[in-house]
């Protein structure tokens, strides 16, 4: 298995491009199973996450084409993938699939909508807590599917069709929102989503929903309102910049004291983590092509509350942990949407941070120096993480299980040493 070595203590001078949103991407691609006609997506990310995805969209019988070599100075790779699911040859979502990505959930609302039926693997647990979909289900329901749980799938089926309901969220979620934003799509009549998800990964759904053809009402607030049609039509529709990649790589600036330009970053989907970032001492200004982040005075301990948005993502919470590790003071860091979130903490306090855990808070002390350490994390964000406090470090930090790492982080070495980090991928 790869691993990434790390040798701390350099200041990351440079550009770093900032990618498409996995988190959008994915929904997007499993939006291409609402129709027959093509959809095409630009501004992809190359990720793990989004082959596995293209794995199991081409199972349900979805022709995928990449096309061209690239559209970035960046990248000599495919960013524009085309997606049609002319039929689809099969509603089931097999277990070795969804296991290995809890977003292939995704596919029920779309499957359900389109043939009537669909069988998908409940995706079970994962490193970061239970993570139940009873979200996803009780809502469908409330459209008339009949859904029932037999051999550890959901197995779903609404055979004329679903209808649209008003369906209250008892709990905000972004998954929930994004599957029922596509299930009621092709529902009859009206559907009214109240306390729905306002990521802006939801909000670029929803406006490639409207591009497909499907009128939604209330994109970016908490209650939207659909009404469904008979059929979608063909589409383009460019991807959003990853806003927690770009958290993620304004965080390095911070702990490097850097010097950024994150291109392609858009700072309105960073409103909160930026707030947070310049009360500890970051500068960050738009430029005209992103973002720049600097340190300009001392770096202080902040305190911070995982939130859906617009509050601060529960996805930035590891990064701003291990940054904290080296502010001055002390940071109060409360997670608020996973129950099991703080696995990087025993890693980081290998590296010599000093970090308490109290219920669902980390009360993180700064400390003068990190050292150096081999490290693992068993999710992506506590991957990074670790990386951040490894650019951070004395010494040598081998980050093993790297493959967390690359189901989100596109070619996270090559930003990264290209900006004056010591940084390499060690192939086994
Ligand atoms: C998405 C993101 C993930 C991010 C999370 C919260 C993708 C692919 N993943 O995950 O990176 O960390 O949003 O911003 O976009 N819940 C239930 N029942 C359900 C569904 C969710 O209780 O049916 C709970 C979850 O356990 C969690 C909370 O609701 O405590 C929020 O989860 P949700 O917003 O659904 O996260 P995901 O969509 O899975």
Redesign the pocket.
């Given at each position: 298995m790869d691993r990434i070595r790390i040798v701390g203590g350099r200041p990351l001078k440079g550009r770093i491009p900032i990618s498409g949103a996995k988190?959008a991407a994915?929904p997007l691609m499993t939006a291409a199973l609402l129709t027959d006609q093509p959809l095409t997506l630009t501004n992809l990310p190359h990720l793990r996450d989004i082959q596995t995805l293209c794995q199991l969209l081409a199972q349900h019988g979805v022709d995928i084409q990449f096309d061209g070599t690239g559209n970035s100075a960046f990248s000599t790779q495919a960013r524009r993938i085309v997606l049609t699911a002319k039929d689809i040859t099969n509603t089931t979502a097999p277990y070795d699939l969804v296991r290995k990505m809890?977003?292939s959930v995704l596919v029920l609302g779309p499957l359900l909508a389109r043939c009537g039926e669909a069988r998908v693997s409940l995706p079970g647990g994962c490193a970061i807590?239970?993570?139940?979909?009873?979200?996803?289900i009780g809502a469908l329901e409330q459209l008339g599917a009949h859904i029932a749980i037999d051999g550890g799938y959901i197995v779903a089926s609404a055979p004329g069709g679903l209808t649209g309901d008003r369906v209250v969220f008892p709990?905000?979620?972004?998954?929930?929102t994004e599957n029922l934003l596509m299930a009621a799509s092709l529902a009859k009549g009206e559907t009214v989503l109240v306390n729905a998800?306002r990521?802006p990964?939801v909000v670029d759904l929803a406006n490639c929903l409207v591009a497909l053809g499907v009128e939604i009402a209330g994109i970016g607030t908490d209650t939207l309102t659909i009404q469904g049609r008979q059929s979608l039509r063909a589409t383009e529709h460019e991807i959003v910049p990853d806003r927690i990649e770009t958290g993620t790589y304004a965080m390095a600036a911070g702990i490097t004291d850097g010097d950024l330009e994150l291109v392609g970053a858009r700072s309105d989907l960073l409103e909160s983590v930026f707030k947070t970032l310049r009360r500890a001492g970051l500068e960050v200004a738009d430029t005209a092509q992103g973002v720049r982040v600097r340190r300009i005075n001392g770096f202080h301990g902040t305190d911070v509350m995982t939130e859906p948005f617009p509050g601060f993502?529960?996805?930035l919470q590891a990064q701003m942990m291990a940054v904290m590790t080296r502010a001055s003071g002390a940071a109060m860091i409360t997670e608020t949407?996973?129950e099991n979130r703080f696995m990087h903490v025993p890693e980081l306090m290998r590296m010599g941070a000093d970090i308490t855990i109290h219920g669902a808070s980390a009360l993180v002390r700064g400390v003068p120096t990190l050292t150096g350490a081999p490290v693992m994390a068993t999710d992506l964000r506590a991957s990074v993480s670790l990386v951040l406090a490894g650019l951070a470090a004395e010494g040598e930090t081998l980050l093993n299980r790297v493959y967390h790492l690359d189901r989100g982080y596109e070619r996270v070495e090559e930003k990264l040493a290209a900006c004056g980090a010591e940084i390499e991928r060690l192939r086994d």
């Open positions: 988190n994915l809890r977003a807590g239970t993570r139940p979909v009873d979200l996803h709990k905000v979620s972004v998954g929930a998800a990521e990964e993502p529960t996805d949407i996973f």
